[in-house]
């Protein structure tokens, strides 16, 4: 599509909720080219970089070089996959509304390593971040649900866990109804700022009170969590929709399982530096081999 001349309608998405279309918006109605406003639209995407990059150093402990490798690893695992890079050309919301549900169970998993004596705050700033999340696409309600049940898993006394549990849900639901409701009344514009300082201001707000790195006995808990996570959201995903697309949140967690898992296996570090640059050139080459086009055959008809 050639950006500053032709039109693609983006469907009931855009009436639904329509204000993270409005970059692409307000750069085609301002002229921009298609590869400057490309360019511009990526670099909107990387609000999902420091949340993947939170759950990363949350599950991968080694420290000094090795540590950064093999965390720098894990977060390009999670955009590797090909759902991830074809929204790039394809849509202007999957990774941004995934956005908000990942920097939810980011927090989520920070205040479970932590083993905070109290995680009201967190059930409420999560669940206003996932509601959010669902307001921008409705298609992560079947994965937001799953959220609350991460705060079964918190040590803690077992009467919290259930009050959380509640704060959460409720949390979510109040986030959802009112971005939604404020969303169907206001212009696109003040609302799209509106998104970005929300976003911004609590998890700086909660990175003052709580940033502290977690301790290392924690990580095989973390781990088990986030699998439970992952294969309980494909129930969901697969009886809605089963669109890759709609899988976002998730598909952004298996980088860094995927390492995760790999550091926790009773080998020398040097052996799980490499196991990792494997995984990663696999995934290279697959990536490679996946988007390359196929050469344009011609076949000219015989008229007789």
């Known amino acids: ?3 500053d001349k032709d039109y693609m309608a983006t469907g009931s998405q ?12 307000k750069l085609a109605a301002t002229g921009f080219r298609g590869v400057p406003a490309g360019i511009v639209l990526s670099t909107l995407h990387l609000v999902v970089v420091p949340p993947v990059w939170m759950i990363s150093r949350l599950l991968i402990k080694e420290h000094g070089l090795l540590g950064v490798l093999l965390r720098s690893i894990a977060v390009m695992l999670a955009f590797m ?34 083993d905070m004596t109290s995680a009201t705050k967190t059930s409420i700033y ?34 919290d866990r259930p009050k959380w549990f509640v704060l959460n849900s409720v949390a979510t639901a109040i986030g959802f109804l009112v ?18 300082l929300s976003l911004v201001s609590v998890i700086t707000f909660f990175f003052q009170r709580h940033g502290k790195q977690a301790t290392a006995p924690t990580e095989g808990k973390l781990l088990w969590a986030l699998f439970l996570l992952i294969f309980a959201a494909f129930v969901p995903w697969l009886m ?4 890759g697309r709609y899988f976002m949140p998730v598909l952004l967690l298996i980088g860094p399982v995927c ?17 990792a640059l ?9 990536l490679a081999w996946r988007t390359t086009p196929a050469p344009i055959r011609l076949v000219v008809m015989d008229p007789g």
Request: hydrophobic share 55%; proline share 7%; aromatic share 12%.
């Open 126 to 159: 999560a669940g206003l971040l996932a509601g959010l999340g669902v307001a921008c696409k409705f298609s992560n309600g079947p994965l937001v649900i799953l959220l609350p049940f991460l705060f079964l898993l918190f040590k803690s006394p077992l009467i």
């Open 1 to 3: 599509m050639r950006f």
């Open 278 to 286: 494997i995984v990663f050139s696999i995934q290279a080459v697959a």
């Open 240 to 243: 809605t929709t089963g669109n």
């Open 81 to 114: 996959s090909a759902v991830p890079l074809k929204t790039l050309e394809a849509t202007g919301n999957d990774l941004l509304a995934a956005a908000p549900v990942v920097w939810a169970v980011a927090l989520i998993l920070q205040a479970m390593a932590l």
């Open 179 to 196: 971005c939604f409701s404020i969303g169907a009344t206001i212009s696109g514009s003040p609302l799209a700022i509106r998104y970005t």
């Open 14 to 25: 855009a009436y639904q909720f329509p204000y993270l279309y409005w970059p692409v918006y």
């Open 259 to 275: 390492i995760g898992l790999i550091c926790r296996l009773p080998v020398t570090k040097g052996m799980k530096g490499a196991m």
